[in-house]
């Protein structure tokens, strides 16, 4: 099964999870600017807007999604961050996932569990 990316987007707040990625985040206006973290940021220059979902930062060129967001900082694929976010809780689990679904689901979980085991070791 494929992760409903636009559920997640529409779901998930992008503030606490680039804020669960250690970036202190303070409100400006509509904007959250931040110290970005895919670049030796010495000024806060990721923005991130959450009424679209979006972060951007000037300073290294990064952005996109809440998903490309987790995928960027983890090296992961978009689809593997889009069920990272699922199975953390960030993004409410879809519904309609019936038992098949489902064991296919934990066991591409699994996957991505013991993968993130192997890099931590290394
Ligand atoms: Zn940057």
Known sequence: ??????????????IRVVESYGVKLKRTGRNYVGRCCFHDDKNPSLIVTPDKGLFHCPGCGAAGNVIQFVARKEG???????????????????????????AA??????????????????
Do not use: C, W
């Open 1 to 14: 099964m494929n992760p409903d990316f636009d559920q997640i987007k529409r779901t998930t707040d992008i």
């Open 76 to 102: 992961i694929s978009d689809r593997e961050a889009a069920l990272k976010l699922v199975s953390t809780g960030e993004s409410p689990r879809d519904q309609k996932l019936d038992v098949a679904e489902h």
């Open 105 to 122: 689901y934990t066991a591409m979980l699994n996957m991505i569990l013991n993968l993130d085991e192997v890099i931590t070791k290394e």
